[in-house]
């Protein structure tokens, strides 16, 4: 059986590098960072993939669409969108070992944007 499931998140309002604070030694999620990770388990659990756990090896497909034509950077941007899911337990981790394949496609923009996930189950390699 091969696995292939389809999950929409909400596009961030913030990349990676505005995901974590420093103070007095110490590192913390942004407000913005925790709200938004629970965006996406809300989005994993309508999607039945909250707390699946996926193993691998899997190849992440992901179709952006921007709320805006402003110039992007996908790997800050993935960097959010791969830690939230796996907060959710969509996936073991979000380390090579599982996810094997990333594809990433721009779309044009939409109002809010919105970010659609094919995972697929690659087989034993």
Known sequence: MTLESHIEIPYPNHTGNHSVRHAG???YL???AR????AVYKAAV????AAA?????L???FILAPPDRRARDADNLLKVVK???TQAGVWVDDSNKVIRETRVRWTDPMPGGAIHLTITGMGEQ
């Open 25 to 27: 030694g110490r590192h």
């Open 30 to 32: 942004t407000q913005e």
């Open 35 to 38: 709200d938004y990770r629970m």
């Open 46 to 49: 309508r999607a039945g993939l």
């Open 53 to 57: 756990r996926l193993t691998g090896p």
């Open 59 to 61: 190849m992440a497909e």
């Open 83 to 85: 830690d939230g899911l």
